[in-house]
């Protein structure tokens, strides 16, 4: 079950990595970052005393903890890694900007801000 965090714990996980999203690495202020389970509580033992902890949460901004919903690591990187192709298949204005020059594709995997940045997952 979800706990709720104490103010020191949230600083402690806000800290982590400077300000920004464990994932994007975009800025994110204070209030209102959302604090995201690194393993899912939806994945694992409800009574798993490790998954409640400041230890297992990053920060992150809305948009990628929504996206990364109830995905391990590994999903949501193949799941970011997906996105060109899903968008060159789905929709007509991504394939008319990119032949217009408009936007360019840059196919690399992805890297995790958290891990530019040195932080280890155990």
Same mark, same amino acid.
């Given at each position: 079950? !979800? ?5 020191? %714990?949230?600083? %402690? ?5 400077? &300000?920004?999203?464990?994932?994007? &690495?975009? %800025? ?13 509580? !939806? @994945? ?11 230890? @297992?949460?990053?920060?992150?901004? #809305?948009?990628? @903890? ?10 949501? !990187? ?16 991504? @394939?008319?900007?990119?032949?217009? &020059? ?15 940045? #040195?932080?280890?997952?155990?």
């Amino acid at each position: 079950m !979800r706990r709720k965090l104490s103010k020191k %714990e949230r600083l %402690e996980i806000y800290n982590k990595t400077y &300000g920004h999203c464990a994932y994007c &690495g975009c %800025e994110i202020p204070f209030k209102g970052f959302h604090a995201d389970h690194i393993k899912c509580l !939806r @994945n694992y033992e409800w009574d798993n005393d490790d998954i409640n902890t400041v230890k @297992n949460m990053f920060p992150a901004c #809305g948009s990628c @903890n929504i996206y990364k919903r109830t995905m391990d690591l590994e999903t949501f !990187r193949k799941m970011l890694s997906g996105i060109p192709m899903r968008l060159s298949r789905d929709v007509s204005t991504y @394939n008319i900007a990119l032949r217009f &020059g408009l936007i360019k594709e840059d196919v690399k995997s992805v890297k995790f801000y958290f891990e530019k940045i #040195g932080i280890k997952i155990e």
